[in-house]
């Protein structure tokens, strides 16, 4: 893994960050120590119940407990699964009632990967380095999976985390539109993406962009992405890349569907219905939505990774890390539930029933054709991978972006405003990490070490 730091800045290499990180945030002020000890594993003795935490969407929830737990449940006869659908930040809340109450009992999460490093941080992850570790982890990762491991192993010393499902963000439109527009395949770049907003809107009086823009987690994971194309730090909101991110937005706004300030990562429907043609970002799992239940076809629904940005094509991975609390109980149940995740059948099952991209190389034998449009996009944005890194700090850092976004684009303010406005942003993010940990980890983070990770 390597890390973009500011621009005209080298890149920070993978040691350099470590030290930064672990020493200096753990140590210096992040409120907890990694425990480096390993769990071991042996055969369940007795019947057991666990818990098991994940942020999923309804139809996905379904999925889970309608047809993988019972499928679970039949083969481990011995144990009992119940299942927590929580936001992201419930589950981090959730696990710290519990570790600081002392009674963690039979729990294991799956955490969204962006979000798993305030556990992480804050010491309430058990190092599952080993047999644990061994026992879960399929033979055969794909390639953006091993890269993230493979980073942690460098970073924290240890496995703390087990990747369980990749996502990527796609971009959807309606065919039909495009094609009165001209078009015989969607824009491959942003000035394209531009000129075709701009086309269809004088020929529809639609506005035809559909962005992830009512703030939370969607709106800052959307804009990641974007500022790392541009060839920006998103963390760090104000260099180069990032103000001229926020400049291309700002023109693009003109063409932004009146629903984006209420849109999320759950925003789909009115691309059926023809209130936007563009949906702009969205995890693969509607692929399935709008060609089911909403009668999309190939005929009218097109799908692929995106357009690319003008300094390089990138895609942030999201998706869930399975992680067992500190101080767990009945650790083998836990990894035998981890284990049947993981497994080629059930990660196959993911993919033809959720579209979700799996983490087992070997889920990927033999797939139906039917599902081949939509993973032709999915692994095409997987070529091109970035990750944001786990600090414990995201939460802030969300909030920051967020108010910055908000006010650019949704206040629109003056164009000449952007880059005033992200270096208030930066210097409140800098003030935070002064205040919260320390100047060291501030000057850290101004001097561009935290940053979007790139498998090297």
């Not at 369980?164 to 491959?188: E, I, M």
């Amino acid at each position: 893994m390597k890390t973009i730091g500011r621009s005209k800045r080298p890149a920070v290499s993978s040691t350099a960050i470590a030290v930064i990180i672990v020493v200096v945030a753990l140590v210096a002020g992040a409120g907890g120590y990694l425990i480096h000890s390993s769990a071991k594993v042996s055969a369940p003795k007795q019947k057991v119940t666990i818990t098991y935490f994940d942020d999923l969407a309804p139809s996905e929830a379904t999925f889970m407990t309608k047809t993988v737990i019972p499928m679970f449940e039949q083969e481990y006869p011995n144990i009992t699964v119940t299942y927590v659908n929580e936001g992201a930040s419930s589950i981090v809340n959730s696990v710290k009632v519990l570790e600081q109450g002392g009674n963690v009992g039979p729990v294991i999460i799956g955490e969204d990967n962006m979000v798993i490093g305030e556990l992480l941080y804050s010491g309430y992850l058990m190092n599952l380095t080993g047999s644990v570790a061994n026992s879960i982890m399929p033979k055969s990762l794909i390639p953006s999976m091993t890269g993230i491991v493979s980073y942690e192993k460098t970073q924290f010393k240890g496995i703390y985390f087990i990747p369980l499902r990749a996502n990527v963000p796609l971009v959807f439109y309606r065919k039909q539109t495009l094609a009165a527009a001209g078009y015989t395949s969607p824009p491959q770049n942003l000035s394209g993406l531009m000129q075709a907003a701009k086309t269809i809107y004088s020929d529809t009086g639609v506005k035809p962009l559909m962005f992830q823009g009512h703030g939370g987690a969607s709106t800052p994971t959307e804009l990641f992405q974007w500022m790392v194309q541009f060839g920006g730090n998103p963390m760090l909101i104000n260099d180069s890349g990032d103000v001229q991110t926020f400049q291309y937005l700002w023109n693009a706004s003109q063409y932004f569907s009146p629903d984006y300030t209420t849109g999320y990562w759950g925003s789909y429907k009115g691309l059926a219905s023809g209130k936007y043609d563009i949906l702009d970002y969205q995890w693969p799992y509607v692929y399935n939505e709008l060609t089911g239940p909403l009668a999309m076809n190939s005929t009218t629904l097109g799908v692929y990774a995106g357009p690319a940005g003008p300094k390089i094509q990138a895609h942030i991975i999201g998706g869930d890390v399975l992680a067992i609390p500190k101080g767990a109980t009945d650790v083998p149940a836990l990894v035998d539930f981890a284990r049947f995740l993981l497994s080629t059948t059930v990660q196959r099952d993911f993919i033809v029933d959720l579209s979700w991209p799996a983490v087992n190389q070997a889920a990927y034998t033999n797939l139906p054709s039917n599902i081949s449009v939509v993973y032709s996009a999915i692994e095409q944005a997987l070529e091109h991978p970035v990750f944001r890194p786990p600090v414990p700090w995201i939460t802030e850092w969300n909030a920051v972006v967020d108010k910055a976004w908000t006010q650019i684009i949704v206040d629109h303010a003056s164009y000449s405003q952007i880059s005033v406005i992200l270096s208030s942003a930066n210097q409140e993010m800098y003030n935070y990490l002064s205040t919260t940990y320390n100047t060291t980890v501030a000057n850290a983070y101004e001097s561009g070490a935290y940053g979007p990770l790139v498998p090297s």
